[in-house]
């Protein structure tokens, strides 16, 4: 812990509304813990072209309310490589850099963990990810924001939906996990969610339609999931058009507006706790974890944990929905 004098901070991966108020935590709980601390510009890539600037508290000022990250993220894949690793790693000495906190999702702590255990390099990760997809914490930075912007949309589509009497496929964001998509349904009172979780165990189309599907309603909101298990709301589209033409179908694809907007109070908290409790962590001399929050607590959960563990939905959830939505 005496070797760390300075530390770096960089937004990974795509964006997700509370990062700016993670960098803005973990400058500023460094900066009162007696720590230098650099900004890293465009992710892993920064530390491969040396975009790196020192960061004092007044650079962090009036962030906590911006969506997406004023560091700006980027995919990097030279640092996939061994040898764009070894440059980095020779960016972080010249520039002086002793330990890392890198906010961002799945593919970011995976970058972490690889480049920590072949350097022996104290990092700790932040969960930023709108999909809420890593395993060790109850909710990921920009969650909830996302959760929020679906609900708002999908509010206003359910006003022509109803005026037309049709079938709107929803599709939202969740590559790989379907919490948008089943919360997102529960929220605004939609008949079904279509999940890449359950996808494998039944036609989930076939069986929102055996079901009864819409013998109450005159017009009907599914939200689904843009996962490729899923075949996402174009291709559900094509399968009741051809299947069951008597029903009048439209897709909305909410896309990147997922990812945008000023972060709720629950994400700002949520990124302030988490980026304070990152320097906590580097004082305890921790290493390789990345900070979660489960009943409340904070946790540090070992990078291959939050990384190679699945995050289950809860199937409860589901049996919530399917009550609601007769």
């Known amino acids: 812990m005496s070797q760390i004098k300075c530390i770096g901070i960089l937004t990974s991966g795509g964006d997700a509304p509370g990062m700016n108020a993670a960098i803005r935590a973990v400058t500023r709980a460094a900066i009162y813990n007696g720590f230098e601390v650099k900004g890293i510009y465009r992710g892993y890539k920064g530390l491969i072209t040396g975009e790196i600037s020192p960061f004092k508290t007044q650079n962090v000022s009036n ?161 689904v999931a843009e996962s490729p298990i899923t075949g996402g709301a174009m291709h559900l589209a094509e399968r009741v058009q051809k299947e069951y033409p008597q029903y009048d179908v439209r897709v909305t694809i909410l896309g990147h507006i997922q990812r945008g907007g000023s972060p709720t109070a629950h994400d700002r908290i949520l990124a302030s706790r988490m980026g304070s409790a990152a320097i906590d962590a580097l004082l305890e001399d921790q290493r390789n974890v990345m900070i979660g929050i489960r009943n409340n607590e904070i946790e540090y959960v070992p990078f291959n944990k939050a990384i190679k563990n699945d995050k289950p939905i809860d199937r409860e959830l589901l049996n919530t929905l399917r009550r609601l939505s007769i």
């Open 63 to 223: 962030i906590i309310q911006q969506g997406g990250t004023i560091l700006k993220t980027a995919r990097c894949q030279e640092f996939k490589t061994p040898e764009g690793r070894k440059i980095a790693h020779d960016t972080l000495v010249k520039e002086g850099i002793d330990a890392l906190v890198v906010i961002g999702g799945d593919g970011t702590l995976t970058g972490a963990r690889i480049f920590a255990s072949e350097y022996n390099y104290p990092i700790v990760g932040l969960p930023g990810t709108i999909d809420n997809d890593l395993y060790g914490t109850d909710t990921t930075i920009g969650y909830d924001t996302a959760l929020n912007t679906i609900m708002e949309a999908v509010d206003k589509i359910r006003d022509t939906a109803t005026s037309h009497e049709r079938l709107f496929f929803i599709e939202v964001m969740g590559r790989d996990a379907g919490f948008l998509a089943l919360n997102g349904a529960i929220a605004t009172g939609a008949e079904a969610a279509i999940i890449p979780e359950i996808s494998t165990e039944v036609d989930q189309l076939e069986e929102l339609i055996k079901n009864g599907f819409r013998k109450s309603k005159n017009s009907s909101i599914v939200l």
